[in-house]
C-alpha cells in the first residue's frame, strides 16, 4: 500500500509538472495545450486517490488534513474548468481570453498550498 501511495505522489507531482510547466511554456500564448488539460485531470483524480489511500492507512506518516484538502479540491476544480473550457473554446476556434493564466496560476496558488500549509 506504501508503494501505490508513494507511486500516486509521483503521479500527482507529474500531473503538477504537465500544468505548470505547460503554462509557463506556452505563458505568451493563449492555447490551453493537452498537458495542461491533461494534467489538470490528473490532479483530481491523483489527489482524490492520495486521500483515498491516506485514509485506508491512517497511520503517523499518512494523515489527511480535511480543511488543506477541502481548499485544494475547490482550487484544482478552478483549474480544471478554466483548462476545459480553454481547451474547448480552442478547438472552436475561440479566444480562450485569460482562462490559461487562470488554469496556470491557480495550479501555482495550490503548489503553495500544498507546500506550506
Ligand atoms: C492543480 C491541482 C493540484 C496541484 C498543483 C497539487 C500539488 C501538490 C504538490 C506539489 C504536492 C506535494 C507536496 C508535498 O509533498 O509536500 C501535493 C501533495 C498532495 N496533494 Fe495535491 N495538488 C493538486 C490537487 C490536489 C487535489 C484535488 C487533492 C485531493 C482532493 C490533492 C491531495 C494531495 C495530497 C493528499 C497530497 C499529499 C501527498 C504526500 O503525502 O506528500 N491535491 N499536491
Redesign the pocket.
Given at each position: 500500500m506504501d508503494l501505490v501511495y508513494n507511486i500516486l505522489?509521483a503521479l500527482?507531482?507529474l500531473g503538477?509538472a504537465a500544468?505548470?510547466g505547460g503554462w509557463i511554456a506556452v505563458r505568451a500564448g493563449r492555447t490551453v495545450i493537452a498537458p495542461i488539460l491533461w494534467g489538470?485531470r490528473a490532479?483530481?483524480v491523483t489527489?482524490?486517490a492520495?486521500?483515498g489511500v491516506?485514509e485506508a492507512l491512517k497511520d503517523e506518516e499518512?494523515h489527511?488534513n480535511n480543511a488543506k484538502?477541502a481548499v485544494?479540491?475547490v482550487?484544482?476544480l478552478v483549474?480544471l474548468a478554466a483548462a476545459e473550457v480553454g481547451a474547448a473554446r480552442g478547438r472552436k476556434g475561440r479566444d480562450t481570453g485569460s482562462l490559461l493564466d487562470v488554469a496556470g496560476g491557480?495550479?501555482v496558488v495550490?503548489?503553495l498550498v500544498?507546500?506550506i500549509w
Amino acid at each position: 500500500m506504501d508503494l501505490v501511495y508513494n507511486i500516486l505522489v509521483a503521479l500527482h507531482l507529474l500531473g503538477m509538472a504537465a500544468v505548470v510547466g505547460g503554462w509557463i511554456a506556452v505563458r505568451a500564448g493563449r492555447t490551453v495545450i493537452a498537458p495542461i488539460l491533461w494534467g489538470a485531470r490528473a490532479q483530481l483524480v491523483t489527489g482524490l486517490a492520495l486521500v483515498g489511500v491516506a485514509e485506508a492507512l491512517k497511520d503517523e506518516e499518512h494523515h489527511v488534513n480535511n480543511a488543506k484538502i477541502a481548499v485544494k479540491l475547490v482550487i484544482a476544480l478552478v483549474v480544471l474548468a478554466a483548462a476545459e473550457v480553454g481547451a474547448a473554446r480552442g478547438r472552436k476556434g475561440r479566444d480562450t481570453g485569460s482562462l490559461l493564466d487562470v488554469a496556470g496560476g491557480a495550479a501555482v496558488v495550490n503548489v503553495l498550498v500544498a507546500a506550506i500549509w
